[in-house]
């Protein structure tokens, strides 16, 4: 059994529905009630959708009780995510940008979760989704970048430390997911929006199905020397497929 949070939409959505075909049951967590019965109404038999906001406590409590009858899982996929939205660096402590709860859903959400569930964790797969705006500013989408590194050293620190468990970092390259179709619908005049719809207009953004299909072929496909042999996968480079 797998649990995938972020699973009404993107690739956590993509990832879960993956899982199913695959006759794997998953644990599907997310905010939107309905996505998540249209995910339950295709696999009945394989998924458990847990409805839950994620950014409180009360969501946390929520996914732990839907965990409490599995005593062992196969994985975990921290798809979780938030609409960060545009922002300059200057606007970064305004009230409005919330900087704190993005930090708290990208950054110390995995980490809590992978702590109050290490021991159903024991010798199971554990994915972060990284992302290239850890490594270089975003300008015009500086609390992204920021929270996007946080969260790289996160599951750096995790895949050191978390011995027990496989970690497995990922990074998809650009996606079709809402929050890329949040940034190309913007008319926010900064370089990330024009990056983004030249990259569109070039056909170079993936499906989430696309990245979902990868995911799990690293969760259930790779042999553990596979996964040994690379600190992260870049799903845009030929050489990180498994095959």
């Not at 839950?52 to 599995?70: F, I, M, R, Y």
Request: proline share 3%.
């Amino acid at each position: 059994m797998y649990i995938v949070t972020g699973a009404s939409s993107g690739i956590g959505r993509a990832t879960a529905l993956e899982l199913a075909a695959r006759k794997a049951s998953v644990i599907a967590v997310g905010r939107n009630s309905a996505r998540l019965q249209s995910l339950y109404d295709q696999y009945p038999e394989h998924i458990k959708i847990v409805q839950a906001d994620l950014s409180g406590v009360d969501g946390v409590e929520a996914l732990l009780g839907a965990t409490s009858e599995c005593s062992k899982f196969d994985g975990i996929v921290h798809a979780a995510g938030s609409a960060v939205p545009l922002s300059d660096y200057q606007e970064l402590s305004r009230d409005e940008h919330d900087i704190e709860k993005h930090f708290f859903i990208h950054v110390m959400l995995p980490i809590k979760l992978n702590n109050l569930l290490s021991k159903k964790l024991f010798g199971s797969r554990v994915l972060f989704i990284d992302s290239f705006s850890a490594n270089k500013p975003r300008v015009g989408w500086a609390g992204y970048s920021i929270i996007k590194a946080a969260a790289q050293m996160a599951a750096r620190s995790a895949a050191a430390e978390l011995t027990s468990s496989t970690v497995i970092r990922i990074f998809p390259g650009g996606v079709k997911t809402p929050l890329v179709q949040s940034v190309l619908d913007s008319d926010h005049d900064s370089s990330v929006v024009k990056t983004f719809k030249a990259l569109e207009q070039d056909g170079k953004l993936s499906s989430a199905d696309t990245v979902g299909s990868y995911i799990v072929s690293l969760l259930v496909d790779a042999s553990e020397k596979q996964l040994s042999s690379k600190e992260s996968w870049d799903i845009t480079n030929p050489d990180d497929r498994i095959d």
